[in-house]
């Protein structure tokens, strides 16, 4: 098993529904468990145009390896539509794998750590909400880079509505987090 982080952003249709939609997707998946889900952010396109779009990371673990987990992310993304018209284009859905345990993989359609994950606030904001001493593999500590992308427009929209957790948040603001009350999700 190994625990890994997604990607998820969408700017076509209805872009935030699809994105519970697409945690959903990935949680029912036999070779995949969805261990935590981040806040949805609205967020301003970066190198493109067209309306701004939602984003979550969700941290997961799975048996698949990780060329076999990027097959999985573009048969999901095809299901929700995606197109590819050109570079950028606006998506329904777009599915990144933004770390896989501590590797580092570098070929031709597969780059991990993702090569962009340290210049984009919309993945940069929901890893470090997800895990505040996240280690990228051979760049360090994920929020020594939130300096670099703090004139990105990103805002939280919403978080994690599971009542569960929300007694869990209540919970952690009369004490400090550990082990047995850390939240799944935010
Ligand atoms: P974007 O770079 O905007 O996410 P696409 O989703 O169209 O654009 O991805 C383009 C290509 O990036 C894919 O065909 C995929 O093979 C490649 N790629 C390389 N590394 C990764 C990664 N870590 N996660 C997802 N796709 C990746
Ligand atoms: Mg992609």
Known sequence: ????????????????????????????????TVLAKSS????A???????DYFNCVVK?????PARQLLRLCH?????????RPY???????????????DSSIDEADLIVPHPRLTERAFVLVPLVELDGELIIPQRGRADAFLGAVRDQRIEKVA?????????????????????SNKPLCR
């Open 40 to 43: 949805l952010y609205r967020t």
């Open 87 to 101: 570079r950028n284009a606006p998506r329904t859905l777009d599915l990144d794998i933004l770390l896989y345990g």
């Open 75 to 83: 048969t999901v993304e095809e299901q929700f539509g995606r197109e």
């Open 1 to 32: 098993m190994s625990v890994a982080y997604l990607g998820l952003g969408a700017n076509l249709g209805d872009a935030r529904q699809t994105l519970k939609d697409a945690v959903v997707c990935l949680a029912q998946q036999r070779t995949i």
């Open 60 to 64: 997961i673990e799975t048996s698949l």
């Open 159 to 179: 978080t994690c509505q599971c009542p569960m957790l929300a007694a869990q948040r209540e919970d952690e603001s009369s004490a400090p987090p550990t082990a």
């Open 45 to 51: 396109p970066v190198d493109a145009g067209g309306d």
